[in-house]
């Protein structure tokens, strides 16, 4: 008994094969254009929002800049118009406090009946630019010299006090507005006694005690 030949199955499976050919592969066109337009679009959006960013928050940041600056170059103007102040006329030096020891006077008060003992003292400028640098013997000195030169001026100057006291009434000098008001006229009477040889720069009121 022949054996059967495998040939049919063989060309039939040849043929089945070649019937069954591989399909091509699907087209990307379509996959890619969506890609691009979806990674145009995250762009566009991301600038805008980096835009929308800077617009909003430039002026927040910007404007303490400008402001820093603005104050820095003023500073600097400043600075330029103290050095040319500096360069000008010097602070006078402060000098020693001229004790003038206590006063009593009867105030303008109806029928006398109220009276102000108080201590006074005033501070002058010296009138030698060393005199902040002076010490010991050198300085003992000068504070000698200064009080002989100021004994010529004591007596006037209690007179300008003692004018200047018994003028006002006890309500007057009792407020801070009368003291400061009784100082200032003090301070301009002795400023204009000593021509600028010394220049007042406070005058000082100690134990005020009104009667």
């Known amino acids: ?12 499976k040849a043929t089945e094969s070649e019937g069954n050919e591989p399909q091509s592969a699907p087209k990307e066109g379509p996959n890619l254009m969506s890609t691009i337009i979806m990674a ?18 430039a002026p927040i940041v910007l ?18 118009d103290a050095a040319d102040e500096g360069d000008g006329e010097k602070e006078p030096t402060i000098g020693p406090v001229l004790d003038l020891e206590e006063f009593t006077v ?3 008060d109806p029928g006398g009946q109220h009276f102000l003992r108080a201590d006074l003292s005033i501070t002058v400028t010296a009138d030698d630019p060393k005199f902040e640098k002076l010490t010991g013997e050198a300085m003992t000195k000068w504070e000698e010299d200064f009080k002989h030169e100021m004994s010529h001026y004591v007596p006037a100057i209690r007179d300008i006090v003692i ?15 009368g003291k400061d008001t009784i100082k200032n006229e003090i301070k301009n009477q002795v400023d204009g006694l000593m021509q600028g040889k010394h220049k007042v720069i406070r005058v000082n009121f100690e134990n005020f005690i009104i009667q």
């Open 1 to 12: 008994m022949a054996r059967p030949t495998k040939s049919k199955d063989v060309k039939g």
């Open 40 to 57: 145009v679009i995250i762009i566009l959006c991301t600038t805008i929002s980096s835009a929308a960013s800077v617009y909003f928050l």
């Open 63 to 80: 404007k303490p800049l400008l402001a820093q600056s603005q104050v820095k170059g003023e500073g600097d103007a400043g600075g330029g």
């Open 106 to 108: 009867n105030l303008k």
């Open 163 to 177: 004018t200047s006291l018994t003028k006002r009434t006890s309500s007057e000098l009792e407020s801070a507005e």
